[in-house]
Every structure is written in structure tokens, then in C-alpha cells.
């Protein structure tokens, strides 16, 4: 393999693709900045205890989860637990077969992306339907989402004009806002013919066990209003301690995911309506999902349960924009996704442990993280685990350290490669088999070796640098 | 499922009784999320109104206002909660045709909605939607428009007060401006699944 | 992330890590290191077996190399003096990737206490001793690279004061300036397509302000970034700020 996977497809990517991933991310990036900023004296106080508190949660997930779960059940919620991603899917089909269910419509929901839910269900004749206009425009164009909150970034209004062409939803007219009144005509029948209104979570709260859902269209609402009954799928790390905690996270989430204050729709749910409220659902269920968490949390890298997915890392990440999200393979792309999708992969790691390497470690995603996760050191915790567990993605055009390790330990060793690296400034480089040297050269010049240059200054010169005698008892 | 719920739980301990320590649970004070321009006295119905037209959405002070508004888009058939509607009633002209009872099989027929709103929260410029006091979920968000009728004593001045006041209806839903999404192109859009136009009323 | 607390600084003699990319390609920018803290009547001394901090297996993810050459650092760099690095990345090494991949070695207390003295040059003379404007001359519009590894310590504001300082001198700010140059150690050549499209967007940015030089207080963003100029066939002079810094002494006939 010439060069890392994440690299070549890049390399491939559409000239109007990366554009539209570019400019996209770019600017949710300089918005989400500019109101946090404007609006709080000290938004980096406020994400630092964010981050505690979701750490806090994260640590002592064995103490919550009965702890919610009592308190759901207390407000009538019925609650389901899933081991693996099939059986989220199960336990969700069977709650549809219970009530007789043959349509179901949904809202965007991370972890049913991590399940394939739709398309489990649709295998067993159910009718799923995406409500979310980037997740419908998704599946009618049987494609994967590519950003956490901005699902379609990677694609332009001719691309979307020509799937609903396609798809029956009226003649060609590539105009934003045509596009989304006839989606808005086209879902909401299938809002109202629905049996069952899938969602997930953005937070469940311990102590009271509520259901936070967070949008912007107002789809989930219409789920949950036109519906008789309700599912919410959430990952095992999505619980808040309390109440008051919502205070602080949804003013970072909005901001930090699309540069709003609030979304449009903050919803807390409790459970099934109660009269005389005739909209709604009568049954709520919520199904707890694992699927690879429990490992997670079992790593050293657990701080990355705390993400709370509002994509501040991937608008902000500079790799990210260069490779779009598909370059990723998995679920969740950019940083938050190149440690996380090696993670849940379970014994599939070494197949996506290249993902961690697709990083200059330049930091800036911990610098917009609203709980703070250490990202840098969390990819390079994987880094070494890959290099551990012998990886072949991993390696893929990484430059081998042995040689390097012996030189930079051995002191007359180093001044003597210091002394041959000369050689590069009379060979040309195409004639010297080191794979990463050409990777460097076929893309910028190397500035001339000047090998031991310093030390033979710092020896001759007429007044001697302080006690370089006493240091020579080194090494 | 209940191995499923038991394995789980015993993987969670398991991953956990490793650690040393736990990371506590910190306590943090209300001003750290108090906005910059927040700060001291605040009119929270002034605040309010003039957050609400930052995210495109319409305060308005009377139903007189309110008719004028939706004569002069041609919106003349639509639903109000019955509880609303006595003391609404003498300022619409007999040319529109107002429900009291939603029938969700013609959600299409029904231009505007008026519901009642429990609160509102004046940074934000949110209005606050519970199940008690809404007559009809739907109502307040099929039609193109919806008329939250808000009453000025109930508006609370920022989110952390809001929270603490939720209370226990099954079903909150602050709503903060009119739908929208920034799907295509990242090009705002409103009304995508729910109203286009997201009025305040404001009463006594 | 970066930052760590670090004993004042109470006597003016220090040892100088020179770094492997001063010692193989930049010899004047630690020569200039040299001569801007002998200035500063700061006596240098130069630990003769010092080679590489450790970062390049690090980043690959080869720790156990890596630590093989962190361990040699802490034995080559022993004693108690301030160590200078005219590389803000080779200092976060120190201070906070090799206590990373040492969390569960035996010898983690002696890689952390070498972190805790550890110094990138400009952080030093800022921080360290105090140091908050700077004397000569230097005519020139330059454009200052902040670099990634320095996100969280004192090395970006220490930098543009005392370059802001300087008589004839003056920093042009350019967009998205807070942006990586691409080159992540090993990532340089191993996303090469990635690595080189981000540092051309950055040298865009850089252009638009027409500099006279480009500067930072890390020659590994130089490299990259004046290489990718020069292979484009628009080569852009740059400078690490301690050259900056001595060349000003030079020019106001202060050494």
C-alpha cells in the first residue's frame, strides 16, 4: 500500500466534493466560534466542566444506568437493554410486531446508524422512513451520512435536485427552498400514516429521566405527535446527572454543533402523554445500546464517551475537510470518529486502526470540544495500540523507527548519519530507496544537510559556549 | 432481554472496578452560563420580543395585530384551542374560518394553529410548549404558522431558569424560532417539517 | 492541554536541546538560540550525546522505540538546569507526550521531571526570565505561524510580544491563522496529499500578506511549509524567531 487509505481517498475526491465539505465545515466552524465568544466572558470554563461532568457520568456508569432505568420505569417508560447492534435492531422489531406496526418514520439518530436499522427493518417489510431532510435525501439515494450534524455536507443542490427527480418528488428544480417544501409535502403524510415514531437522545437525565431531543426541522416533534407510540434508542453514555446540568449542555450543544443559542426544538420527554392531550404517544420505550461501549469504556480511552456528537470536530479539523467524511469507512467520521469507529469496531480494530493515523495532531478539535475530550492523546493511545496488535492498515506508509531508534540512542552512531545524510545534497532523491523521503520530495524540496554544522560551530568558535566540557561526560 | 440488561451491567463494572478513583461529580454556578448582555437587571419581556425577531420569529402584542398579520397573507382558515378562543373570537372577521376541534386527517386545511404556550424564555426568544397546556401537539405544528399565545408573567429570563422550572408534564417542547435547516448547501430554509412562521402572542 | 507548572527560574544557566532538525538541516537557528541567551547573559551548556526527543516514533505510534529515546534524553539531559528548545513541538514531547507513553513504565517520575523543566525557547525568555520587549533593529513585514504544538502554553504570545517589540519590525496577521501547516511529523509522508493541500491553503493565507519572511518558533512547520513553496516554484524565505531575534541584535549593533 503506497499510502494511507484516508490519503488516497482524498487524493480521488471530487473537486466540488471537497469543496462543499471544505466550505461547509469551515464556516459551522467560524460560526460556532464567534457566538460562543461573543456570548460568554469564558466559553473554555464552560466546556472544561462539561467535561468533568460527562466524565463523571462516564466513571460511573455502574451506579446510573439502574439508576435511569428505575426512574424511567417509574414514569412509565418501558425499558430494553442491547448487547450488540442486532439486538437493538430485535428488540426494536419486536416492539413493532407487538403492536401489529408496519410503518415506522424516524428521526436522525447516531446509534441507529451504528445498528443499520433501516435497513434490518426494511428486510422485514417494515416501512422506515427518514425524516431528517439530510437522512431522507440520504436514503432515497442509498448513501451514508457523512458529517453528525450536517449529514449531506458532501453534496451540492444538483445532486439532490436529481435524486428527488428520481425518487418521484416532482421535475427537476434544484432551489433549496423548493427542495424542502416537497419534502415537507411528501413526509408529513408519512408522519400521520405511521405506527411508530423512532428517535434517539441527545441526553437522558438520571434523576428525573428525561428524554432530551435536540432539532432544528421539527421532525421528532412530528414523530412524536403524530405517533401512538414512541422509541428511543440511545447509547449507554448519553445519561446527565441532573436536571440543571441541561443548563450548561444545551447552551454548548447548540452552539458548538450549529452555532445557534438553542436548536429550534429542545424536547423533554417524560413518557407516554397523559390527558387530555390527544397527540402522542401511549407507549414509550427506550432501548439502552452497547454495541461496543462497554469495551470502550473498558480502554484507556474511555474519555471519549463523553462526546456528546456535535460535529465541533469535524467542522473544525483541517484533515477532515481535505477528505470528507466518507474517507472515514464507518459511522463517525473526523476526529471523534477516528478514535471512536476503531473502538466500537471490537475485534475488527485493526481494520480501522488507520483512522487514528489521519490526523496532524494539531489539537484544534480538544481546543472546540464541548466536554474537552483529549482527542490527540486518545489517537495516539490508538496509534500505538495498532502498532501493538501489528495492523496493516496502520503501517501503511508509516516510515519504520528501528533503524531510527538505534541511531538516536547511540550518540557516535547519530553524529555519523548526521555526517552521511551529506550525501542527500549531491544524490538526487529519486535515487535514494527511502519511501518516505520520496513521499516528501514528490511534494516540497528538502532544505540542504547541514549535518553536524551546529556542533562544529559550537566547538571552533572563539568563545566557547559555557562548560561545553562539562557536558561531554555525556552520553 | 434481560441478559442482555445483565450482561451489560456486568461488563460496565467490570470495565470500571479498575479505576483508583472515580471522577466526582462537579458542581458548577449558574452565572458560568449567563450570557454577556444578561447581565444585571433585565426586562424579560422587552428581551424577549427582541430575541424572538433575532431568530425570525414574530412577537406581537395584540390580536388585533395578530388578524392583520394573517389577512395580509391570506391565512384565513386555521384552529385555535377552545380555551383561546372565546377571547379571541371578536377580533377575526366572519371571512375566516377558525376550528376549535383538529382533525388530523385535513392537517393540510389548517393554515395557522393557536395554541397556548406555558412560558417563554427571553434569551433565547423561546416559547415553552407543555402537554398540560397545549391543546393539540399537532396543531402547534402542522400548520404553516403557529401562534403561541404567551402570557407576560410566565416568561423566565434564560435556560438555567427554565430548567429549573420544567416540572413533571410527560412533554416539554421549548420552540425557538420557526422550523428550518441548513441541509442543502448549509442555505437556511424555514419550515421544513414544522411552521414557517413562529408568532408570540403576548397577553396579560 | 499544554501547559504545565514549572519551577521559576532562578539562576541564568541552562542546557540547550538543539533538536535533530537544527542538528541535521538549521544549525544557525540553534546558533542563534545560543547567541540570543549568551545576550541574555544566560550561559548554554550543550549535552554533546543529546540526539532526537523522541517524537517521530511516538506520533507513528511506536512508543517502545520511542521510549528507548526519551530514556536516553533523561539520562543525556541529567541534572536540575532549565533545558531550551528552539522547537515548541519538540518541548511538548517532553513535557507532555513522553509522560503520555510512560504513564505505566517505572521511570515515569524521571521523564515527568525532565517535562517539568523543559522550555521552549521564546516561552523561556518570556515566562522564564521576564523578558517582555526586545532592542535592535530588524526592517521587515513578517508573517508569524503559530504552531499547533504550541496551543496552550506561552510560546504564541511570547513570540508575537517580543516581535511586536522590535524597532522596524512588524507581524501581519493572515487568515485562519490558527490553521496547521500539514505537517505532522510522519503524517507528512504518509497523507502527503492531505499534508500538502492544508500547507497550501496555509501558504495562500501567508501570500495574501505578502511577508518578507515567514516566521515560527518551530522549523518542522518551516520545513514543510518553505518546501512546498519551493517545489511550487515560489519559494518564501523563512526564519525561526530566534533568528529574528539575534538578527535584530546584529542589526542595532548590539552583538
Same mark, same amino acid.
Given at each position: 500500500?503506497?499510502?494511507?487509505q484516508?490519503?488516497q481517498?482524498a487524493?480521488?475526491?471530487?473537486?466540488d466534493?471537497?469543496?462543499?465539505?471544505?466550505?461547509?465545515?469551515?464556516a459551522?466552524?467560524?460560526?460556532?466560534?464567534?457566538?460562543?465568544?461573543d456570548?460568554?466572558a469564558?466559553?473554555?470554563?464552560?466546556?472544561?466542566?462539561?467535561?468533568?461532568?460527562?466524565?463523571?457520568?462516564?466513571?460511573?456508569l455502574?451506579?446510573?444506568l439502574?439508576?435511569?432505568?428505575?426512574?424511567?420505569?417509574?414514569?412509565?417508560?418501558?425499558?430494553?437493554?442491547a448487547?450488540?447492534?442486532?439486538?437493538a435492531?430485535?428488540a426494536v422489531y419486536?416492539?413493532?410486531?407487538?403492536?401489529?406496526a408496519?410503518?415506522?418514520?424516524?428521526?436522525?439518530?447516531?446509534?441507529?446508524?451504528?445498528?443499520?436499522?433501516?435497513?434490518?427493518?426494511?428486510?422485514?417489510?417494515?416501512?422506515?422512513?427518514?425524516?431528517?431532510?439530510?437522512?431522507?435525501?440520504?436514503?432515497?439515494?442509498?448513501?451514508?451520512?457523512?458529517?453528525?450534524?450536517?449529514?449531506?455536507?458532501?453534496?451540492?443542490?444538483?445532486?439532490?435536485?436529481t435524486?428527488?427527480e428520481?425518487?418521484?418528488?416532482?421535475?427537476?428544480?434544484?432551489?433549496?427552498?423548493?427542495?424542502?417544501?416537497?419534502?415537507r409535502?411528501?413526509?408529513?403524510?408519512?408522519?400521520l400514516?405511521?405506527?411508530?415514531?423512532?428517535?434517539?437522545?441527545?441526553?437522558?437525565?438520571?434523576?428525573?429521566g428525561?428524554?432530551?431531543?435536540v432539532?432544528?426541522?421539527?421532525?421528532?416533534?412530528?414523530?412524536?405527535?403524530?405517533?401512538?407510540?414512541?422509541?428511543?434508542?440511545?447509547?449507554?453514555?448519553?445519561?446527565?446527572?441532573?436536571?440543571?446540568?441541561l443548563?450548561?449542555?444545551?447552551?454548548?450543544?447548540a452552539?458548538?454543533?450549529?452555532?445557534?443559542?438553542?436548536?429550534?426544538?429542545?424536547? @423533554?420527554?417524560?413518557?407516554?402523554?397523559?390527558?387530555?392531550?390527544?397527540?402522542?404517544?401511549?407507549?414509550?420505550?427506550?432501548?439502552f445500546?452497547?454495541?461496543?461501549?462497554?469495551?470502550?469504556?473498558?480502554?484507556?480511552?474511555?474519555?471519549i464517551?463523553?462526546?456528546?456528537?456535535?460535529?465541533?470536530?469535524?467542522?473544525?479539523?483541517?484533515?477532515?475537510r481535505?477528505?470528507?467524511?466518507?474517507?472515514?469507512?464507518?459511522?463517525?467520521?473526523?476526529?471523534?470518529g477516528?478514535?471512536?469507529?476503531?473502538?466500537?469496531?471490537g475485534?475488527?480494530?485493526?481494520?480501522?486502526?488507520d483512522?487514528?493515523?489521519?490526523?496532524s495532531?494539531?489539537?484544534?478539535?480538544?481546543?472546540?470540544?464541548?466536554?474537552?475530550?483529549?482527542?490527540?492523546d486518545l489517537?495516539?493511545?490508538?496509534?500505538?495500540?495498532?502498532?501493538?496488535?501489528?495492523?496493516?492498515?496502520a503501517?501503511?506508509?508509516?516510515?519504520?523507527?528501528g533503524?531510527?531508534?538505534?541511531m538516536?540512542?547511540?550518540p557516535?552512531?547519530?553524529?555519523?548519519?548526521?555526517?552521511?545524510?551529506?550525501?542527500?545534497?549531491?544524490?538526487?532523491?529519486?535515487?535514494?530507496p527511502?519511501p518516505?523521503l520520496?513521499?516528501?520530495q514528490?511534494?516540497?524540496?528538502?532544505?540542504?544537510?547541514?549535518?553536524?554544522?551546529?556542533?562544529s560551530?559550537?566547538r571552533?568558535?572563539?568563545?566557547?559556549?559555557?562548560?561545553?566540557?562539562?557536558?561531554?561526560?555525556?552520553? | 432481554?434481560?441478559?442482555?440488561?445483565?450482561s451489560?451491567?456486568?461488563?460496565?463494572?467490570?470495565?470500571?472496578?479498575?479505576?483508583?478513583?472515580?471522577?466526582?461529580?462537579?458542581?458548577?454556578?449558574?452565572?458560568?452560563?449567563?450570557?454577556?448582555?444578561?447581565?444585571?437587571?433585565v426586562?424579560?419581556?422587552?428581551?424577549f420580543?427582541?430575541?424572538?425577531?433575532?431568530?425570525?420569529?414574530?412577537?406581537?402584542?395584540?390580536?388585533?395585530?395578530?388578524?392583520?398579520?394573517?389577512?395580509?397573507n391570506?391565512?384565513?382558515?386555521g384552529?385555535?384551542?377552545?380555551?383561546?378562543?372565546?377571547g379571541?373570537?371578536?377580533?377575526?372577521p366572519?371571512? @375566516?374560518?377558525?376550528?376549535?376541534?383538529?382533525?388530523?386527517?385535513?392537517?393540510?386545511?389548517?393554515?395557522?394553529g393557536?395554541?397556548?404556550?406555558a412560558?417563554?424564555?427571553?434569551e433565547?426568544?423561546?416559547?415553552?410548549?407543555?402537554?398540560?397546556?397545549?391543546?393539540?401537539?399537532?396543531?402547534?405544528?402542522?400548520?404553516w404558522?403557529?401562534?403561541?399565545?404567551?402570557?407576560?408573567?410566565?416568561?423566565?429570563?434564560?435556560?438555567?431558569?427554565a430548567?429549573?422550572?420544567?416540572g413533571s408534564?410527560?412533554?416539554?417542547?421549548?420552540?425557538?424560532g420557526?422550523?428550518?435547516?441548513?441541509d442543502?448547501?448549509g442555505i437556511?430554509?424555514?419550515?421544513?417539517h414544522?411552521?414557517?412562521?413562529q408568532?408570540?402572542?403576548?397577553?396579560? | 492541554?499544554l501547559?504545565?507548572?514549572?519551577?521559576?527560574?532562578?539562576?541564568?544557566?541552562?542546557?540547550?536541546?538543539?533538536?535533530?532538525l537544527?542538528?541535521?538541516?538549521?544549525?544557525d537557528?540553534?546558533?542563534?538560540?545560543?547567541?540570543?541567551?549568551?545576550h541574555?547573559?544566560?550561559?548554554?551548556?550543550?549535552?554533546?550525546g543529546?540526539t532526537?526527543?523522541?517524537?517521530p516514533? @511516538?506520533?507513528?505510534?511506536?512508543?517502545?522505540?520511542?521510549?528507548?529515546?526519551?530514556?536516553?534524553?533523561?539520562?543525556?539531559?541529567?541534572?536540575?538546569?532549565?533545558?531550551?528548545?528552539p522547537?515548541?513541538?519538540?518541548?511538548?514531547?517532553?513535557?507532555?507526550?513522553?509522560?503520555?507513553?510512560?504513564?505505566?513504565?517505572?521511570d515515569?517520575?524521571?521523564?515527568?521531571a525532565?517535562?517539568?523543566?523543559?522550555w521552549?525557547?521564546?516561552? @523561556?525568555?518570556?515566562?522564564?526570565?521576564?523578558?517582555?520587549?526586545?532592542p535592535?533593529?530588524?526592517?521587515?513585514?513578517?508573517?508569524?505561524?503559530?504552531?499547533?504544538?504550541s496551543?496552550?502554553?506561552?510560546?504564541?504570545?511570547?513570540?508575537?510580544?517580543?516581535?511586536?517589540?522590535?524597532a522596524?519590525?512588524?507581524?501581519a496577521?493572515?487568515?485562519?491563522?490558527?490553521?496547521?501547516?500539514?505537517?505532522?511529523?510522519?503524517?507528512?509522508v504518509?497523507?502527503?496529499?492531505?499534508?500538502?493541500?492544508?500547507?497550501?491553503?496555509?501558504?495562500?493565507?501567508?501570500?495574501a500578506?505578502?511577508?518578507?519572511?515567514?516566521?515560527?518558533?518551530?522549523?518542522?512547520?518551516?520545513?514543510?511549509?518553505?518546501?512546498?513553496?519551493?517545489?511550487?516554484?515560489?519559494p518564501?524565505?523563512v526564519?525561526?524567531?530566534?533568528?529574528?531575534?539575534?538578527?535584530?541584535?546584529?542589526?542595532?549593533?548590539?552583538?
Amino acid at each position: 500500500m503506497k499510502f494511507q487509505q484516508i490519503d488516497q481517498f482524498a487524493a480521488n475526491l471530487r473537486a466540488d466534493t471537497r469543496e462543499s465539505v471544505h466550505s461547509g465545515s469551515k464556516a459551522g466552524h467560524e460560526k460556532r466560534t464567534s457566538v460562543l465568544f461573543d456570548h460568554y466572558a469564558d466559553p473554555n470554563r464552560l466546556r472544561q466542566i462539561a467535561g468533568e461532568i460527562k466524565q463523571h457520568v462516564v466513571e460511573n456508569l455502574d451506579t446510573y444506568l439502574p439508576a435511569v432505568e428505575a426512574r424511567l420505569q417509574a414514569n412509565g417508560v418501558i425499558v430494553h437493554w442491547a448487547s450488540t447492534a442486532e439486538a437493538a435492531n430485535e428488540a426494536v422489531y419486536s416492539i413493532l410486531q407487538a403492536r401489529g406496526a408496519k410503518k415506522m418514520v424516524k428521526a436522525k439518530t447516531m446509534v441507529s446508524e451504528e445498528t443499520e436499522l433501516g435497513h434490518f427493518l426494511e428486510k422485514r417489510g417494515i416501512e422506515c422512513v427518514e425524516t431528517d431532510l439530510g437522512e431522507f435525501i440520504i436514503q432515497i439515494d442509498g448513501d451514508h451520512p457523512s458529517h453528525i450534524v450536517k449529514p449531506i455536507i458532501h453534496k451540492n443542490r444538483r445532486e439532490i435536485a436529481t435524486s428527488f427527480e428520481r425518487h418521484g418528488l416532482g421535475a427537476y428544480n434544484d432551489d433549496p427552498e423548493t427542495i424542502t417544501r416537497r419534502a415537507r409535502a411528501h413526509l408529513r403524510h408519512k408522519y400521520l400514516e405511521a405506527d411508530v415514531g423512532l428517535t434517539g437522545a441527545n441526553f437522558v437525565v438520571a434523576e428525573s429521566g428525561r428524554i432530551v431531543l435536540v432539532t432544528n426541522e421539527g421532525n421528532s416533534r412530528f414523530c412524536l405527535a403524530a405517533t401512538k407510540c414512541h422509541i428511543a434508542m440511545i447509547g449507554i453514555e448519553k445519561i446527565l446527572p441532573r436536571d440543571r446540568d441541561l443548563g450548561l449542555l444545551l447552551n454548548l450543544l447548540a452552539r458548538s454543533g450549529t452555532g445557534q443559542q438553542l436548536t429550534v426544538y429542545t424536547e @423533554f420527554i417524560r413518557g407516554p402523554k397523559a390527558a387530555p392531550q390527544e397527540d402522542g404517544p401511549e407507549e414509550t420505550h427506550v432501548v439502552f445500546v452497547d454495541n461496543g461501549r462497554s469495551e470502550v469504556l473498558a480502554s484507556d480511552c474511555r474519555e471519549i464517551l463523553r462526546c456528546i456528537r456535535c460535529g465541533a470536530c469535524l467542522n473544525v479539523c483541517p484533515v477532515y475537510r481535505q477528505a470528507s467524511g466518507h474517507a472515514y469507512r464507518s459511522v463517525y467520521p473526523g476526529p471523534v470518529g477516528a478514535v471512536l469507529s476503531p473502538l466500537l469496531a471490537g475485534k475488527q480494530f485493526p481494520e480501522l486502526a488507520d483512522l487514528p493515523k489521519a490526523s496532524s495532531l494539531c489539537g484544534a478539535c480538544n481546543e472546540v470540544c464541548p466536554v474537552n475530550i483529549p482527542i490527540p492523546d486518545l489517537l495516539l493511545r490508538l496509534r500505538e495500540k495498532g502498532k501493538r496488535e501489528g495492523s496493516e492498515a496502520a503501517a501503511a506508509a508509516t516510515p519504520p523507527m528501528g533503524a531510527w531508534s538505534v541511531m538516536a540512542t547511540q550518540p557516535a552512531a547519530w553524529k555519523l548519519a548526521m555526517f552521511g545524510g551529506k550525501i542527500m545534497n549531491v544524490l538526487p532523491a529519486k535515487y535514494i530507496p527511502v519511501p518516505a523521503l520520496q513521499a516528501w520530495q514528490a511534494k516540497r524540496t528538502l532544505p540542504a544537510w547541514r549535518g553536524g554544522a551546529f556542533r562544529s560551530w559550537l566547538r571552533t568558535r572563539a568563545q566557547p559556549a559555557a562548560d561545553v566540557r562539562s557536558a561531554k561526560s555525556e552520553g | 432481554m434481560s441478559s442482555d440488561r445483565d450482561s451489560i451491567l456486568s461488563r460496565v463494572r467490570s470495565a470500571l472496578a479498575p479505576l483508583p478513583e472515580r471522577a466526582a461529580l462537579p458542581d458548577w454556578e449558574r452565572e458560568l452560563v449567563i450570557m454577556r448582555n444578561a447581565r444585571g437587571a433585565v426586562d424579560a419581556v422587552a428581551l424577549f420580543s427582541e430575541r424572538l425577531v433575532l431568530v425570525n420569529g414574530t412577537p406581537l402584542t395584540s390580536a388585533a395585530d395578530l388578524v392583520a398579520l394573517l389577512e395580509k397573507n391570506g391565512w384565513r382558515r386555521g384552529y385555535c384551542d377552545p380555551a383561546l378562543w372565546p377571547g379571541l373570537q371578536a377580533a377575526f372577521p366572519a371571512t @375566516f374560518t377558525v376550528e376549535t376541534l383538529f382533525d388530523r386527517s385535513r392537517v393540510d386545511d389548517y393554515q395557522f394553529g393557536i395554541t397556548a404556550a406555558a412560558g417563554g424564555i427571553a434569551e433565547t426568544g423561546t416559547v415553552i410548549l407543555t402537554d398540560g397546556g397545549t391543546s393539540r401537539r399537532l396543531a402547534a405544528l402542522a400548520p404553516w404558522v403557529h401562534v403561541a399565545v404567551l402570557s407576560r408573567r410566565t416568561i423566565f429570563v434564560d435556560v438555567p431558569e427554565a430548567v429549573a422550572a420544567l416540572g413533571s408534564d410527560p412533554n416539554i417542547i421549548w420552540c425557538t424560532g420557526p422550523s428550518k435547516t441548513a441541509d442543502v448547501e448549509g442555505i437556511l430554509i424555514e419550515g421544513v417539517h414544522g411552521p414557517g412562521i413562529q408568532v408570540a402572542l403576548l397577553v396579560d | 492541554m499544554l501547559n504545565h507548572e514549572r519551577p521559576p527560574i532562578t539562576q541564568r544557566r541552562v542546557q540547550l536541546m538543539a533538536t535533530c532538525l537544527c542538528d541535521a538541516f538549521y544549525d544557525d537557528v540553534a546558533r542563534a538560540t545560543v547567541e540570543v541567551l549568551e545576550h541574555l547573559g544566560v550561559e548554554v551548556e550543550f549535552p554533546e550525546g543529546q540526539t532526537c526527543c523522541g517524537q517521530p516514533a @511516538f506520533n507513528g505510534g511506536d512508543w517502545e522505540a520511542s521510549r528507548k529515546v526519551v530514556r536516553h534524553t533523561v539520562r543525556t539531559f541529567s541534572g536540575d538546569l532549565p533545558v531550551v528548545v528552539p522547537s515548541g513541538s519538540c518541548a511538548a514531547m517532553l513535557f507532555h507526550g513522553a509522560p503520555l507513553e510512560f504513564e505505566k513504565e517505572s521511570d515515569r517520575a524521571s521523564v515527568e521531571a525532565l517535562g517539568r523543566r523543559t522550555w521552549e525557547v521564546l516561552d @523561556f525568555i518570556v515566562n522564564g526570565l521576564g523578558i517582555t520587549s526586545w532592542p535592535g533593529r530588524y526592517d521587515a513585514k513578517v508573517a508569524f505561524h503559530r504552531s499547533c504544538h504550541s496551543r496552550g502554553t506561552g510560546t504564541g504570545e511570547a513570540a508575537t510580544r517580543l516581535l511586536g517589540s522590535i524597532a522596524g519590525l512588524t507581524v501581519a496577521p493572515f487568515g485562519e491563522g490558527e490553521q496547521c501547516c500539514g505537517f505532522g511529523g510522519t503524517f507528512s509522508v504518509s497523507f502527503p496529499t492531505i499534508s500538502s493541500a492544508m500547507g497550501g491553503l496555509k501558504l495562500d493565507h501567508i501570500r495574501a500578506v505578502a511577508p518578507d519572511a515567514l516566521v515560527s518558533a518551530d522549523m518542522s512547520c518551516l520545513m514543510h511549509l518553505g518546501g512546498l513553496a519551493e517545489k511550487e516554484g515560489k519559494p518564501i524565505k523563512v526564519l525561526h524567531a530566534v533568528q529574528v531575534l539575534r538578527d535584530a541584535l546584529r542589526q542595532g549593533g548590539l552583538i
